[in-house]
Nanobody
């Protein structure tokens, strides 16, 4: 069965850090683009970061220099390292993968149930 599973969310205070994991089973992430999205209550789905299969990255402006997307092929996992967290980062975070993802695509909930990140001030 082809699956993506998000994990690593939790509650932190502003300024703290979390590392989210997106682990694939039944297929390999190596030859696909993978992205992290988030959706806060009452808000639209938002692209946070994208890692293309050729290693290029894209970050939403508000997370640049704070978040880092990376991939561990041995673990078939894509990570999102989140530093200097702010209350406005509070959301459910989702990962998604496909060949040819572009930055206009919004795939919250397309694969997994997401992982909740709550940042308190």
């Amino acid at each position: 069965e082809v699956q993506l599973a998000e994990s690593g969310g939790g509650s932190v205070q502003a300024g703290g850090s979390l590392r989210l994991s997106c682990t694939a089973s039944g297929f390999t992430l190596y030859d696909s683009d993978t992205a992290w999205y988030r959706q806060a209550p009452g808000n639209e789905c938002e692209l946070v970061a994208l890692l293309s299969r050729d290693g290029n990255t894209f970050y939403e402006d508000s997370v640049k220099r704070r978040f880092t997307i990376s991939q561990d092929n041995a673990k078939n996992t894509v990570f999102l390292q989140m530093n200097s967290l702010k209350p406005e980062d509070t959301a459910v975070y989702y990962c998604a993968t496909d060949r040819g993802l572009d930055i206009t695509t919004r795939l919250c909930g397309a694969w997994g149930q997401g992982t909740l990140v709550t940042v308190s001030s």
